[in-house]
Each structure stands twice: as structure tokens, then as C-alpha cells.
């Protein structure tokens, strides 16, 4: 890359500015031999459930095994069917069928592109019926119990919680937060009246410290955080192979710890968290302020009940492939989240989802794109991805107007 060229994310500079004590980290862990457990975990387990708000948090190995395990232990059983959105990272629905159960798509909201509730309500009103027997919800057209929602806080921002947890309770379902993308944001509970942390407010939650989150490891890394000593103790158990004691296996459970060595790298950047997550903040109100002028482009919506640690930048675009391709040649790294929704993709096949189940999601997958966005972001590196967004964008709509090209201020698919 040329010399004032701008990458989507910035993953070099955080590790050599901490450097010193990442050794130190490898460093014990070789003169003490513990690789797996031992004090660095829970040392890091304490101090991410402080940070968080919880009483309890487990480390796993990923995300994909904290949602599955956070899954399992708040109690959803083979054939269940779980609520969640098309748009989010396929591990959200891979965690959902893990456990045995089925996602059921609802559609997001236009503004935050989180869980539409309308539309959870819509569903569990329309398409469900109760059965007063068993005081379950049943699926009308698959028969199966609806018993969970799993909501994603995507791009860092949290989902409208006060309205989903009144539907989980009306409906006596389970809510598992899906906060891999969320190490601090904040809700502002209307209910509570005050601001709840994400990964706090649901049954349990999972966190992935995959290394371009927020929080993010040195390799694979994971941790599922709750309030209920019981779904902590069922995890603990899951993670290591269904063992509460070596050897006595209550039920069969998974490889699925937290290695020791990741888990003090956790440690020591934790301590930087809630600054990195301003620094994101700061840059996230910088292209606020400098897109405000720049006609096409829809930036990003935070309601005043959320506050967002911005682990993603994204805004919507006419021409968005256009876009791309101009700020890649201007050395400007972009990223796509996501291009192609859940129920469209090659996995999902011949599952019975079709283009135009889920129009919302469909609209923005071909219109979103995600900007550079990294605590060490400068504003000249800002002003400098804003104007050549800006450049492209000015030309494409003057061409419009003359007629020159047959692009249009709405995106034609
Ligand atoms: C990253 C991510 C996951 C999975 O985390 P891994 O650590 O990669 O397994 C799950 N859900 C969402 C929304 C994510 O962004």
C-alpha cells in the first residue's frame, strides 16, 4: 500500500504499541506452564463481568462457541425454533442450528438495521399460535416451540431491548444477546431508567474477541457473560468436554475453553477498552460532521436510547460497488457487512427462503458500505475518505443529471 494510503482496519499499530507487555503475558505462561486455565483466565473472566455489569462471564473459545453454549445452557433444546435477523455474520444462525434448533428470520428496522420488535410481535401474532396446555408458543407452519430470540447488536450498536424483552415475556421466550460486536455499547432501559451495558440485559450473552472486534485477541477467543450462577455453571461445564470434575462427564459437552495466553493478551487490553471505544466514538461523530454535506450518502442512525461503540462505520450509497472501487483505487480500504443476507446465501439452500422475504435486509445489503474505523483513525485520514467519497459521488450525480449514465439515487435491484 502507498504511503497515505488508508486501511479498512488498523491491526498492527495496537499490538506494537503494546508490545512489552504482550511478551509479558507469553512470558509467564511459559514459566509457569499454564496454557489452559489457571489465573489468567479468571482473572480476565472477573474482570470482563465487571466491565460488563454481569455477575458472571466464562471465557470459550470464539464467539461462534459462546452463542452456542449461551444457547444450550439458557436451556434451547433440539427442534426449538429461534428468533433472529437475516442480517448479521453467518456464526449467529450456525450457533442457533449447533444447538439443535432452527432460526426463524425477522426483518430489521430501516434506520438501525437491528431487530425490527414490530416485526418479532408480527411473527408470534400472525404466525403462531399458543398452546394453552403446554403454555408454549407453537410455529404454525413447522409445529415446533418458538423459545428464544436471539437479537444482534450489530456494528456496535444495541438493539431496542425494553420492547423485545416485553415480547420475550408476554410470550415467556428466552433472549440470548448476540453482542459479538458490542464490548461496551450501551441502552438506555425506559423500564430501569438508566443505562444498561450490552450482554447484561438478556438471559446470557456471547462476546467474540476475534481479533478485528473491538476487544480483540491474539488468535480465537470468545466468553458468554449472565447474571444466573446456574447458566454460568452450565457453561463452564460445555466448554470443557460436559466435566465438572476431571474424568466425570455429566453430559457430553464440547472442546471449547479459553486459552490462558489469550486470555491475559485479553487482559492486558481490556485496561484500554473504554478509551479505544471514545477514540471509535470521537471518529464516528468526525464523519458524521463531515458527510453532513456530501448528498447520497445515509449515515449511520443511533436513536437517542443507544449508544453505539461504533465497531463498524456504515454507511448507505447509491452505486455502491462504484464507490468501492474509486476509494480502493484512492488506496481507501472498505468492507461489506454484509453482502449477501443469511436466507440468500449457498448454505441456506432449499431451506424454503426466497428473495423478497426479508425486503429490508435485501435493500441495504446492496446499498451498505463500511468505512475505515479504528481507535488510531486520524480526521486528515477522515477528510481524506470523506472527500474522495465525496470526488466519486459529486461526478456520478452531475452524470445523472445530464443523462450520461443510467445510474439512479436508488439503487436499481
Ligand atoms: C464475530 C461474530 C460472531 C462470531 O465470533 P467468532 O469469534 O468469529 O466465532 C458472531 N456473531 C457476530 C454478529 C459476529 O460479528
Redesign the pocket.
Known amino acids: 500500500m502507498g504511503k497515505d494510503s488508508i486501511p479498512f482496519l488498523d491491526l498492527v499499530t495496537t499490538h506494537v504499541e503494546l508490545e512489552q507487555e504482550l511478551n509479558e503475558v507469553f512470558k509467564h505462561a511459559l514459566h509457569t506452564a499454564s496454557f489452559i486455565g489457571g489465573s489468567m483466565v479468571e482473572q480476565f473472566e472477573q474482570a470482563f463481568a465487571e466491565f460488563c455489569g454481569t455477575k458472571y462471564c466464562a471465557g470459550v473459545g ?6 452456542r453454549f449461551a444457547l444450550i445452557a439458557a436451556g434451547v433444546k433440539s427442534g426449538d425454533v429461534v428468533i433472529t435477523v437475516p442480517n ?2 453467518i ?2 444462525t450456525e ?1 442457533i442450528s449447533q444447538a439443535g434448533a432452527q432460526p426463524r428470520f425477522v426483518d430489521i428496522c430501516e434506520n438501525t438495521y437491528n431487530m425490527d420488535p414490530a416485526k418479532v410481535r408480527q411473527y408470534l401474532e400472525d404466525s403462531c399460535t399458543v398452546d394453552d396446555q403446554l403454555g408454549v408458543v407453537i410455529d404454525d407452519e413447522t409445529g415446533k416451540p418458538v423459545t428464544t430470540i436471539v437479537p ?3 456494528y456496535g450498536q444495541m438493539a431496542d431491548m425494553d420492547a423485545l424483552l416485553e415480547i420475550a415475556e408476554e410470550h415467556g421466550l428466552i433472549v440470548v444477546e ?1 453482542a ?2 458490542a464490548h461496551g455499547a450501551q441502552y438506555f432501559s425506559k423500564k430501569e431508567n438508566r443505562w444498561i451495558k450490552a450482554g447484561s440485559i438478556g438471559k446470557a450473552a ?1 462476546f ?3 481479533p478485528g ?1 473491538n476487544l480483540g485477541a491474539c488468535g ?3 466468553a458468554v457473560t449472565t447474571n444466573d450462577s446456574s447458566l454460568a455453571q452450565k457453561t463452564r461445564t460445555l466448554r470443557d468436554h460436559g466435566q465438572s470434575k476431571k474424568y466425570y462427564h455429566e453430559v457430553e459437552g464440547y472442546n471449547g475453553r479459553l486459552d490462558s495466553i489469550q486470555a491475559g493478551i485479553l487482559n492486558v487490553k481490556l485496561q484500554h477498552l473504554a478509551q479505544w471505544n471514545r477514540r471509535r466514538e470521537e471518529a464516528a461523530y468526525q464523519y458524521d460532521k463531515l458527510l453532513l454535506s456530501v448528498e447520497g450518502v445515509v449515515r449511520p442512525y443511533t436513536p437517542e436510547w443507544a449508544r453505539s461503540v461504533y ?1 463498524l462505520y456504515v454507511v448507505r450509497v447509491p452505486e455502491r460497488e462504484g464507490l468501492q472501487k474509486h476509494l480502493a483505487e484512492a488506496g481507501i480500504g472498505t468492507g461489506i457487512h454484509y453482502p449477501v443476507p443469511l436466507h440468500l446465501q449457498k448454505a441456506y439452500e432449499g431451506q424454503g427462503w426466497k428473495r423478497g422475504d426479508f425486503p429490508i435486509t435485501e435493500q441495504i445489503a446492496s446499498e451498505i458500505l463500511s468505512l475505515p474505523m479504528y481507535p488510531q483513525l486520524s480526521t486528515q485520514q477522515q477528510s481524506r475518505v470523506v472527500g474522495e467519497a465525496a470526488r466519486y459521488l459529486r461526478n456520478e450525480l452531475r452524470a445523472e443529471k445530464v443523462g450520461v449514465s443510467g445510474i439512479s439515487l436508488k439503487s436499481s435491484n
Request: proline letters at 0%.
Open positions: 470464539s464467539g461462534t462457541d459462546a452463542l448479521t455474520f456464526a449467529t450457533a444482534v447488536h450489530l448476540d459479538c460486536q456471547a467474540s474477541f476475534y472486534k480465537e477467543a470468545g465497531h
